[in-house]
């Protein structure tokens, strides 16, 4: 769904519509709204700009009906303002709690999602820590970089690095005006290229597949495709009675038997399976055969060491293990794969670099939640310093 037709559904009567809606816009505009807080609020307490931003999505959902809103700047300068208004009043009650208060004034038949809501604003909020604990601790990245020079950082490397852009180019291509970011010097994009703490972060931001992504590459989807596209092509296959055609290279019921394998992470192996099948379990190991050839883990490995001319293997070779296991983390813990799952989605690309990727090297990291007791520290130390912020 795109951010026009979320805004046209917001406020809809339809209310599944009017859900993945919220959704689109909360994934695409929290970011801004944190980042607007932060500029508005110069020694803002991360924890309350958090806080803020999410009440301010909650109250525009509860006022969804109500709100006029014209096109996508309408929204923008709306939420800005709920969001700076909320945060102001976090300030005045220096109190930082979910759920909002009010909670009691929500329609009844509307208060069991808002506190759907609610939850889902809480993991999100866990996960993104989360991965910012491992990519810390597991990468290397600075702690005290902000998100935004982060994010130019990966962008400056995958166009000098992969796309095969000059110093130059690189260059004019990040500077092209945007409000409140500042032009780039030529001297300070070659430290940014050449930083030790970039590689790693490079490859992982090629290497990881979501399952939506990968399921996306496999159907010839466009690499933007969305769950909420995912999910309706899932219902199309499984209840119309002539679905659309997915791509020339699968039929109807391969494309459903690969999304559920792919994007709902279902097993002819494992309980839930792959339900509303007339394959049999030699046909579907056929396509899933057939899948693992189209994978992009190898290509997209081969790519950055070409790219990087062999420094990135220095950096995840034999004796460097962050880069592999940040990949099995976000595997196993955040999109809970098996364990031969990910040792698919890793192997193809480890082995360029002779790092041997295995079941049993798997189970050696996340039997006893290894993984998680060494991510533990990093947690400890990042929480205690944005506390303390």
């Not at 406020?11 to 689109?24: K, L, V, Y």
């Not at 309408?74 to 979910?98: F, V």
């Not at 050449?194 to 490859?203: C, F, G, K, V």
């Not at 055969?289 to 062999?310: E, H, I, K, N, V």
Request: some cysteine.
């Amino acid at each position: 769904m795109t951010e026009d037709e979320a805004l046209r559904h917001l406020g809809g009567s339809d209310e599944p519509a009017a859900r993945r809606a919220f959704d689109t816009l909360y994934q695409r505009y929290l970011p801004f709204t944190e980042s607007a807080l932060r500029r508005k609020f110069a020694y803002s307490n991360a924890a309350d700009v958090e806080n803020a931003a999410q009440q301010a999505f909650l109250k525009l959902w509860q006022s969804r009906r109500s709100l006029t809103l014209s096109d996508l700047p309408s929204w923008r300068g709306l939420l800005s303002a709920t969001a700076r208004n909320c945060y102001i009043d976090i300030l005045r009650s220096s109190r930082s709690t979910l759920p909002p208060e009010g909670i009691d004034e929500v329609p009844p038949d509307e208060r069991p999602f808002v506190l759907e809501i609610v939850d889902r604003l809480a993991l999100a909020t866990m996960t993104r820590r989360l991965s910012y604990a491992a990519d810390v601790f597991w990468l290397g990245i600075s702690r005290k970089r902000p998100v935004e020079e982060h994010r130019r950082r990966l962008l400056a490397a995958r166009l000098f690095y992969l796309e095969g852009a000059d110093l130059d180019e690189t260059l004019d291509l990040l500077n092209r005006p945007r409000p409140g970011v500042r032009p780039l010097s030529r001297s300070m994009l070659a430290e940014w290229l050449d930083a030790p703490d970039i590689l790693l972060p490079l490859a992982y931001s090629v290497l990881y597949y979501a399952p939506a992504a990968l399921t996306a590459h496999l159907l010839e989807l466009p690499e933007e495709t969305s769950a909420e596209t995912l999910d309706a092509l899932l219902t199309d296959l499984t209840s119309a009675e002539s679905p659309l055609p997915v791509c020339d290279q699968w039929t109807h019921q391969e494309a459903h038997a690969i999304l559920w394998r792919y994007y709902r992470n279902a097993s002819p192996q494992r309980e839930p399976g792959i339900p509303q099948s007339t394959l049999n379990l030699e046909e579907l190991y056929h396509i899933f055969d057939r899948c693992r050839a189209l994978f992009p883990f190898s290509s997209q490995m081969a790519d950055l060491l070409q790219g990087t001319q062999g420094e990135l293997a220095v950096q995840c070779g034999p004796s460097q293990p962050g880069l592999w296991r940040r990949l099995a983390f976000q595997y196993r813990y955040l999109d809970e794969l098996a364990h031969q799952d990910i040792e698919e989605r890793i192997a193809p690309a480890a082995q360029q670099v002779d790092f041997l990727i295995s079941q049993t090297v798997l189970q050696g990291w996340l039997s006893s939640r290894r993984l998680l007791e060494a991510l533990a520290q990093t947690c400890a130390e990042l929480l205690e310093e944005y506390n303390d912020e």
